[in-house]
């Protein structure tokens, strides 16, 4: 249903703590089993297996570069993993060799999905290089979207956008791709036909940087389809005084994406600080979606809101710079993954920064 139709959210929801592990460095990226089970991306280049209690990892993956996705594939005993490397490694949950690695791309993948049907993964990449006198992005020097077969690891599409290309998400149905990039535009395709289904603009992702120097930054940094398929939430970092310092507003848009598409809510001005925003999920059987990321000044880095009203209902400071999230035990908790600021090596080894951060959802 649409988010005029949905129920208010109660206004006693609460994040409370609930665990906490660390890992060698930064979590860029995570996904659980039904059972609780996390497999988290790591700056290392290494996936790793956490268990539900926290009181184990385990290594079954790893990327040459910084691996920035991980996914549970629905339904199967599979995982996928993406990496700046431009790899795709498909992986067993409790094996340590890879069962296939695709070249996905010549740069960096940003960031990577698997359908709700399992049958398809995709994942997006790009270099930021100026294409003219006003900084412009170049035209891409490969396909910013590829989707593949999940199933065999056969290329299905390779789709066009302007790089570079930082989020993408599947439908609820699976027949539609979205992906969006550093200057707020947003594609949407059919799965099966590649075809183009929509596209629209959102500027409010991206800053124009005069500091230090010249270049745009910013951009739509993840996004997920409405339940039912009619909506498309996005998030990110709004208008910045300084983009270096990363100090712009805590930023989610929410856009109809059924016939034209149209601006339906963004996050009211009171109710956030400043920081940049890079996961947002709806919440699997309640009316409210999570945000968070990092936070650059005000109260919060982690917060529900209301779907109906886009009202803030709940929020803490998880005292972490988050880059991934992902609902356990049915959304009942929420497990946060990110890092804290890299300590000086003691005996030329840092000390784990990476960490997987659990909150109740009360």
Known sequence: MSATNIPSAAQNYKLTPA??????????????????????????????????????????????SYASGVQVVSGQNLVVSA????????LRPIKTDPIRTVQAHNFWSWRMRTSADGKLTASVT?????????YEPAPEKEPSVRVYDTATGKLIHSLPHVPPTLSVAFSPDSRLLAAANIMG???????????LQSTFTTPDFTCWGIIK??????GVFDM???PDGTELLLCGMGPMIDPMAGNGKQLWQRYSVTGSPKKLGEIADKEGGHGLMEAVLYHPDKPVFL?????????WNTALFDRASGKLVASTDAHLRITGACWLKGGDMVALCGATSQERPVKGICPNFGHIKLFSIA
């Not at 535009?185 to 075809?195: A, F, L, P, Q, S």
């Not at 120097?213 to 910013?218: F, L, N």
């Not at 945000?291 to 109260?299: I, S």
């Open 83 to 90: 990496g700046y490397d431009g790899t795709l490694n498909w």
């Open 126 to 134: 790009g270099q930021y290089t100026a294409g003219g006198y006003k």
């Open 185 to 195: 535009e947003v594609r949407i395709w059919d799965t099966i036909t590649g075809k």
């Open 291 to 299: 945000m968070a990321g990092r936070l650059a000044q005000g109260n």
């Open 224 to 226: 997920r389809f409405s």
């Open 19 to 64: 665990g906490q592990v660390s890992l060698p460095t930064a979590a860029l990226a995570i996904d659980a089993l039904p059972d609780g089970t996390m497999f988290v991306a790591c700056m290392d280049g290494g996936i790793y297996r956490v268990s539900a209690d926290l009181k184990s990892k385990t290594q079954i993956g790893k990327h040459a």
């Open 213 to 218: 120097s010249h270049h745009y930054i910013g």
